[in-house]
């Protein structure tokens, strides 16, 4: 046994049928957090082994007793899941099974108040999944106004990031914003609460948490890292919550498997390419309405699967890496 779970992760049977586990096989889960995909994976299959990727301490931390439970079944590295081909390398794995990828902020890190994710509970504004680099008090502090309103605008799709980073300006010229309950009531004095939908700093937050961690490329550079470590046959799970991420894990799956749209500004047409992956099943897989009444964080949930073919590895993909940051064209647009 492995142990009981904090919690379930969102499509954890789709995830696993995704990834077809198989006995003696090797997989990566790329998003540890609190451990849900890994224990499931080691669960699985006789023999299975795995090589858990987080770049946040206190997870690894906390997984330090599912490793001793699995007597050498279950590697634990600090690292960003956008090494994870050099990652696994290390741990002597140079090809895998399969991989799965979780992405976002965990519930753990939500849950912590002094981790500065949520406006939930008043914290300080940080938002550092490694709990290194800049902060996002730096972020509110040092960015002009014009590259809040980029942040805010591309990485929060809030129609307001102008006003937001009008406010922020303004506010931060008069004291320090440090706490989350501080930007909070800031964003919330120029966003509009609407009836029955989300707190008015939902999207800011957001923003800036993607901003601080670069989110958005270590997804692409993680996708063209898995492209590399997988073995023929190889299958990857990726979940998505937002319109951002899933887009970028898209494009990059119907580019890599030959189904990008021709003339798509995004993703042009490679015919040339031999095809390195195949798409599994219908795309993207949401989570049924039992699932997102038990766990309303499934709601937005989108799984997307494929398998490695047989070519070789291409050169990272500029079109999909472009979709991972700041469009200059948008630029005091708003």
Same mark, same amino acid.
């Given at each position: 046994m492995t142990g009981q779970p904090r919690h379930i992760p969102v499509l954890l049977p789709e995830v696993l049928a995704g990834l077809a586990v198989r006995a003696g096989g090797v997989y990566l889960d790329g998003t540890f957090g609190a451990g849900?995909?890994?224990?499931?994976?080691?669960?699985?299959?006789? *023999? #299975?082994?795995?090589? !858990? #990727? *987080?770049?946040?301490?206190?997870?690894l931390a906390a997984g330090q007793a599912l490793v001793e439970a699995n007597a050498g079944r279950l590697v634990l590295a600090e690292g960003e899941f956008s090494a994870l081909d050099t990652i696994a390398a290390d741990a002597g794995f140079p090809l895998l099974d399969g991989i799965t990828l979780d992405i976002g902020v965990s519930s753990m890190q939500l849950d912590e108040a002094e981790r500065g994710f949520s406006f939930r509970a008043d914290g300080p504004l940080d938002m550092r999944m490694g709990q290194s680099g800049r902060s996002a008090a730096d972020i509110v502090a040092e960015a *002009? +106004?014009?590259?809040?309103?980029d942040i805010v605008f591309h990485y929060g799709e809030e129609r307001r990031a102008r006003q937001v980073a009008r406010a922020i300006a303004r506010a931060r010229a008069e004291a320090p914003i440090a706490t989350t309950k501080r930007l909070a009531e800031?964003? !919330?004095?120029? #966003?509009?609460? +609407?009836?029955?939908?989300?707190?008015?700093?939902?999207?800011?937050?957001?923003a800036?948490?993607? $901003?601080?961690? *670069? +989110?958005?490329? +270590?997804? $692409?550079?993680?996708?063209? !890292?898995?492209?590399? $470590?997988?073995?023929?046959g190889g299958r990857l799970a990726v979940v998505t919550f937002h319109s951002l991420e899933d887009r970028?894990?898209?494009?990059?799956?119907?580019r890599r498997s030959g189904r990008a749209p021709a003339g798509s500004r995004h993703a042009p047409a490679t015919a040339a390419d031999a095809p390195t992956f195949a798409l599994v099943g219908r795309q993207p897989v949401a989570a049924g309405d039992a699932e997102t009444r038990a766990n309303p964080r499934a709601r937005s949930a989108k799984l997307r699967v494929a398998e490695r073919t047989g070519a070789p590895p291409r050169a990272d993909d500029g079109p999909i890496m472009a979709m991972a940051g700041l469009p200059e064209a948008r630029r005091g647009r708003r």
């Amino acid at each position: 046994m492995t142990g009981q779970p904090r919690h379930i992760p969102v499509l954890l049977p789709e995830v696993l049928a995704g990834l077809a586990v198989r006995a003696g096989g090797v997989y990566l889960d790329g998003t540890f957090g609190a451990g849900g995909y890994t224990r499931a994976i080691l669960d699985a299959a006789a *023999d #299975v082994r795995v090589v !858990a #990727v *987080d770049r946040d301490p206190t997870a690894l931390a906390a997984g330090q007793a599912l490793v001793e439970a699995n007597a050498g079944r279950l590697v634990l590295a600090e690292g960003e899941f956008s090494a994870l081909d050099t990652i696994a390398a290390d741990a002597g794995f140079p090809l895998l099974d399969g991989i799965t990828l979780d992405i976002g902020v965990s519930s753990m890190q939500l849950d912590e108040a002094e981790r500065g994710f949520s406006f939930r509970a008043d914290g300080p504004l940080d938002m550092r999944m490694g709990q290194s680099g800049r902060s996002a008090a730096d972020i509110v502090a040092e960015a *002009d +106004e014009s590259e809040l309103a980029d942040i805010v605008f591309h990485y929060g799709e809030e129609r307001r990031a102008r006003q937001v980073a009008r406010a922020i300006a303004r506010a931060r010229a008069e004291a320090p914003i440090a706490t989350t309950k501080r930007l909070a009531e800031i964003v !919330a004095s120029v #966003v509009r609460a +609407e009836p029955g939908g989300i707190h008015p700093a939902t999207r800011t937050f957001q923003a800036l948490r993607i $901003a601080v961690n *670069d +989110e958005l490329g +270590e997804l $692409a550079r993680a996708l063209h !890292a898995a492209e590399r $470590a997988l073995k023929p046959g190889g299958r990857l799970a990726v979940v998505t919550f937002h319109s951002l991420e899933d887009r970028i894990v898209k494009a990059f799956l119907a580019r890599r498997s030959g189904r990008a749209p021709a003339g798509s500004r995004h993703a042009p047409a490679t015919a040339a390419d031999a095809p390195t992956f195949a798409l599994v099943g219908r795309q993207p897989v949401a989570a049924g309405d039992a699932e997102t009444r038990a766990n309303p964080r499934a709601r937005s949930a989108k799984l997307r699967v494929a398998e490695r073919t047989g070519a070789p590895p291409r050169a990272d993909d500029g079109p999909i890496m472009a979709m991972a940051g700041l469009p200059e064209a948008r630029r005091g647009r708003r």
